[in-house]
């Protein structure tokens, strides 16, 4: 397989490689948010707890940091990225990462709502 962000941080981290494990993480370098859910949808896990229970592993190695959302179900990204800001798309629920629109404020979590890529064209 060509080189893959994914594979290193699991191999570095010594962790064992699973397919689910690595589908999963892979999602991440994605820029936007996903919760156990949309995750399942994506990499074809067979059950949402094998979703939860690789989601727990890789916050536990600080490869992925939950993120502020208003629904129930917790939507991670991943971790250590420069700041930024998220929009959610009032229609899908998505949370985007976008570049922060107020570098004049000092520390601050933006959350915007907006209509995702996906959905404006649906519509
Ligand atoms: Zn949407
Ligand atoms: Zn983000
Ligand atoms: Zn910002």
């Known amino acids: 397989m060509a080189h893959c962000p994914a594979d290193s941080l699991i ?21 936007r948010t996903w919760n156990a859910r949309e995750i399942r949808v994506q990499t074809k896990t067979r059950t949402l707890s094998t979703v939860y229970r690789n989601l727990d592993i890789l916050e536990k190695y600080g490869f992925i940091v939950p993120v502020l959302s208003l629904e129930e179900d917790i939507r991670y990204e991943r ?24 570098k004049e404020l000092d520390a601050h979590t933006l959350f915007l709502q907006s209509i995702c890529q996906l959905c404006a064209k649906k519509s």
């Open 79 to 102: 971790a250590l990225q420069p700041h930024h800001d998220h929009t959610q798309c009032e229609d899908c629920k998505s949370i985007s990462c976008i570049p922060c629109p107020a």
């Open 11 to 31: 191999v570095e981290a010594g962790l064992r490689m699973t397919v689910d494990r690595h589908a999963i993480l892979a999602l991440f370098f994605q820029p």
